[in-house]
C-alpha cells in the first residue's frame, strides 16, 4: 500500500522533464524490475560553493519509482554538491512516509541516478570528484553494462 506522499507525486510529479543542455546527467535502471530513471542538473556556478539551480527527471517505471525520482529533485535544488551527496534512501523514504518494502530499491535507483548526474558534472569540468561517488559510480556501470547485455540478450532471444 502506498502512502498518501507517494501517490501525490505520481499523480502530480514535480520537476518531471528534461533540461536543455544540462551540466550533469544520471542515467540508471534496475535489471529486475526494468525502471530506467535519467536526472538532469544545472549548476549555478555563480554560488561559492555551486549549487544545484534547476533538476529534472525522466523516470519510466512504477508508481515508487516516479514518487522517488520527483521527490528527489524537490529534495535538492538549490542545495551544494556536497549537501545533495548526502541524501540517502533512507531521507527520501522517511520524506513520503513510506515504501513498501518491495519498493525499496526505487529509492536506491533515485539516490543513484543523482549521484550520477554530479558524477556526469564533475567529470565533464574536470573537478575532483569524491572516492565515495567514484566507487558508486563503477557499482552504476556495472549495472548498467549487465542491464544492456540482458536486453541484447532478451532481443536476440525474439529473432527465433
Not at 549555478?44 to 508508481?63: A, L, R, Y
Not at 535544488?77 to 533512507?90: E, H, Q, R, V
Request: aromatic share 6%; with cysteine.
Amino acid at each position: 500500500m502506498y502512502t498518501d506522499k507517494v501517490l501525490k507525486y505520481f499523480h502530480k510529479p514535480i520537476n518531471q522533464g528534461k533540461i536543455r543542455n544540462p551540466d550533469g546527467v544520471g542515467k540508471v535502471g534496475n535489471i529486475a524490475c526494468g525502471d530506467m530513471m535519467y536526472l538532469y542538473i544545472k549548476m549555478d556556478k555563480s554560488n561559492k560553493p555551486e549549487t544545484i539551480k534547476d533538476v529534472k527527471f525522466q523516470t519510466f517505471g512504477c508508481v515508487a519509482a516516479i514518487a522517488t525520482s520527483s521527490a528527489t529533485t524537490e529534495m535538492v535544488k538549490g542545495k551544494s554538491i556536497k549537501d545533495a551527496l548526502k541524501l540517502t534512501k533512507d531521507d527520501l523514504i522517511e520524506s513520503l512516509d513510506g515504501l513498501p518494502p518491495i519498493k525499496i530499491h526505487c529509492s536506491v535507483l533515485a539516490i543513484e541516478a543523482l549521484s550520477e548526474a554530479i558524477y556526469d558534472y564533475l567529470k565533464k569540468n574536470k573537478k575532483k570528484i569524491p572516492a565515495e561517488l567514484e566507487e558508486k559510480h563503477k557499482i552504476v556501470v556495472k549495472h548498467n553494462k549487465e542491464l544492456e547485455e540482458r536486453y541484447d540478450e532478451w532481443i536476440e532471444n525474439q529473432k527465433i
